[in-house]
């Protein structure tokens, strides 16, 4: 069997959420389904590293991928050039785009539809792209893989498909995040933040993640409860806005604020274990693969009541409204003056966890892609 895999965005060094769902399935799959012939489509020379095994083939269509022109012209002249070329059985997509031109099979991940949700977090041009696309691209896949239960039910109330051409195929943690000694705790606190406590965030700073309500939950915080700790934020400033500005400027304790960039794995790791808890109370996820990290670093988690989150978090954290900076910082204080509460919120975290692995994640999308090619 001959499959096509869009995999644009495995970028060495630059892998996000879903570059790291294409990389962590796409790996075991191939590997384990070593019978099989995997055709890589990449929109720019591929690093060894992504070719992972001698079933894959590594192609380049072309043009880049990188604005809405030509992500066009990428799925339906580069990609479909290819499909027409090679007839593979299937073609899967992890990102959610597909050649509406083709006639091959086609398994498509949505991850979520946040841009429609809160299309006010996106550029208008980028809106249009997307509410006038991934309809078709929903309506035209042969099945449809996402993320989540949430999701899933989203995709199927607004776009009208049914619930049993949409396969659940959860994400996963890199399961190098683990709890750090007493030593490795002191010994990354001092590095990063002035040898004190800190909660963290992990993510793009972008409007959706609600970064803004986050550091006004701190500062009230810091007001209402007197405390050495800090608040670290880990992400690329890639949507950095005057609001956030402003917030950050404002802030009383805005000295107790780090901003630390984009950080490497081994890093991340390390900030994780050394927290005192993860605080991701965005608006809207589809997942939110930092909550289950958080697990496997066993903090505890304060995250949304919203989308796909609680679905995710279970009973491993507390989660309030996003848009309440009162009940985010409430959760910080009981975080910070309960030990009983830290000590249960983790304990369930090592249960929860269990229900999410990133080999559960490619054997899911392996039945899912067996499903499509038996329609």
């Not at 191939?30 to 083939?57: L, M, T």
């Not at 991940?109 to 550029?123: K, M, R």
């Not at 975080?335 to 229900?355: E, P």
Request: hydrophobic letters at 40%; a positive charge.
């Amino acid at each position: 069997m001959r499959i096509a895999v869009n995999t644009r965005l495995l970028l060495p060094n630059r892998l996000e959420g879903i570059g790291w769902f294409a990389y962590e399935t796409l790996r075991r799959i191939s590997q384990d389904h070593s019978e099989h012939e995997f055709i890589f489509i990449f929109d720019r020379k591929p690093a060894r590293e992504f070719i992972f095994g001698d079933n894959v083939k590594a192609l380049v269509a072309h043009p880049q991928a990188r604005h809405p022109i030509l992500w066009y012209l990428f799925f339906e002249f580069g990609i479909y050039r290819i499909l027409r070329k090679y007839q593979p059985d299937l073609f899967l997509s992890p990102d959610g785009w597909i050649s509406l031109r083709s006639k091959i099979k086609t398994l498509t991940v949505i991850h979520d539809l946040n841009f429609e949700a809160h299309p006010e977090f996106l550029p208008r041009h980028i809106v249009w792209y997307y509410r006038y696309f991934f309809p078709r691209f929903a309506a035209k896949a042969t099945r449809i893989a996402t993320v989540s239960e949430f999701t899933k039910q989203d995709i199927s109330t607004r776009y009208h498909i049914p619930l049993s051409r949409i396969d659940v195929v959860y994400n996963g943690a890199n399961e190098a995040f683990k709890p750090l000694s007493e030593v490795e705790i002191a010994a990354v606190r001092e590095r990063y933040a002035g040898g004190q406590p800190y909660f963290l965030f992990v993510g793009l700073i972008h409007p959706r993640k609600n970064l803004e309500n986050q550091l006004r939950a701190f500062d009230l915080f810091k007001t209402q409860q007197p405390s050495p700790i800090k608040f670290l934020v880990v992400g690329a400033k890639h949507w950095w806005s005057d609001g956030l500005d402003d917030v950050v400027k404002n802030a009383k304790y805005r000295d107790d604020i780090i901003f630390l960039g984009r950080r490497d794995m081994p890093t991340l790791i390390s900030l994780y274990g050394a927290a005192h808890a993860l605080s991701y109370v965005s608006h809207f996820e589809g997942f939110g693969i930092p909550i289950l990290e958080a697990m496997y670093a066993e903090i505890p988690v304060i995250t949304s009541t919203t989308s796909s989150m609680p679905e995710v978090c279970g009973n491993a954290g507390l989660t309030v409204n996003p848009n309440s900076v009162e009940e985010i910082a409430k959760a910080m204080i009981s975080l910070t003056t309960d030990q009983s509460l830290r000590h249960s919120l983790v304990a369930n975290g090592r249960i929860q966890r269990k229900a999410f692995s990133w080999s559960l994640s490619a054997k899911a999308l392996w039945q899912s892609i067996e499903k499509t090619l038996d329609e």
